[in-house]
Nanobody, 115 residues
């Protein structure tokens, strides 16, 4: 099974930026459409961005469109999420997985945006 390790979260002021990374343990990653999800207490995990296996196609939730950019480096089995113009409502634990969540979930990385 593929292990996913997310990193790059932290505390940032509103308007700031963060770059998240997700490293997959196996090269199976390269053949999967991958996504970034986020979850806040009491709410369901939501998909905020996804990218095709080759990286040529991306899509975003309306709430992050124009501010977040998803990318990947298949040679490094790594997925990225560049987050700009962060808002307090972006505060959440962020996870990566396939776009249909077929891998085991990692531990996630906490993003906290202060106002």
């Amino acid at each position: 099974q593929v292990q996913l390790v997310e990193s790059g979260g932290g505390l940032v002021q509103a308007g700031g930026s963060l770059r998240l990374s997700c490293v997959a343990s196996r090269s199976t990653f390269r053949f999967k459409t991958m996504g970034w999800y986020r979850q806040t207490p009491g709410k369901q995990r939501e998909l905020v961005a996804f990218i095709s296996a080759g990286g040529s196609s991306t899509d975003y939730a309306d709430s992050v469109k124009g501010r977040f950019t998803i990318s990947r480096d298949n040679a490094k089995n790594t997925l990225y999420l560049q987050m700009n113009s962060l808002k307090p409502e972006d505060t959440a634990v962020y996870y990566c997985n396939t776009h249909v969540a077929t891998f085991d979930w990692g531990q996630g990385t906490q993003v906290t945006v202060s106002s």
